[in-house]
């Protein structure tokens, strides 16, 4: 019979600068025969089936947590490290029971939801790609510790809650990193959808970096801003 076609799962975030980015080379990938799924909620669900993928949904804790109401308070480190932590938790778990024994080939993770991409890929054995709708981190440079250096914050590694959590939910894989570890690791192939130009140390990066540029799909007229 003919060759199945190759299965390649998307995975990203509750947000149109980590999903939009990423429509353009899905729809390449279907129009080469690809066969797509992508996790996504149901804000994205129409733009993600447009793009000719098949749509996985997950509910994010973004629904009812607001970033804004917590910056402020006395335990906001804790709270924004574990939220993340949750929404990563929440597709890692939407992914799963979406697919069943559906397992793709390979696994395309945005970088927010790196924990779930990760863990899937291992879990299932699958090579992953990480996909970058930002500034590219190395060992050299990360936008996120910058981020967090800037607010104050320690690694959410070195944050207690977090690295028990992470702990365990590691643990349930049969992963014994060191929470640090496996934070910090970086894929074999990423690519990064903001050309090198305007990174931060570009000259840091290798060829595990590729960088694409933009990547956008062609909508059509949408008439005016």
Not at 200 to 211: H, L
């Amino acid at each position: 019979g003919t060759m199945r076609s190759r299965h390649i799962l998307f995975i990203s975030v509750q947000g149109h600068g980590h999903v939009y980015p990423s429509l353009g080379i899905v729809t390449e990938l279907v129009r080469r025969g690809y066969r797509v799924s992508y996790v996504t909620t149901p804000l994205f669900a129409d733009e993600v089936s447009a793009a000719g993928a098949r749509p996985l949904h997950y509910k994010s804790e973004f629904d009812t947590f607001h970033v804004p109401d917590v910056v402020g308070q006395e335990d906001a480190e804790a709270q924004l490290h574990m939220v993340y932590v949750r929404e990563n938790i929440a597709i890692l778990r939407g992914a799963e029971e979406a697919l069943g024994g559906d397992v793709p080939d390979l696994v395309v993770y945005d970088v927010f939801p790196f924990i779930a991409g990760r863990l899937l890929a291992t879990s299932w054995q699958r090579p992953a790609v990480r996909l970058s709708p930002i500034f590219a981190a190395n060992e050299h440079y990360s936008i996120f510790e910058a981020l967090w250096r800037s607010n104050g914050f320690s690694h959410p590694a070195q944050t207690p809650v977090v690295h028990a959590a992470l702990t365990d939910l590691l643990g349930d894989y049969g992963i014994h990193t060191p929470i640090r570890e496996f934070w910090d690791a970086i894929e074999d192939l990423n690519i990064v959808l903001i050309p090198r130009s305007f990174q931060i140390a570009q000259g840091t990066f290798d060829d595990r970096f590729v960088f694409v540029g933009p990547t956008v799909a062609a909508h059509g007229d949408d008439g005016a801003w």
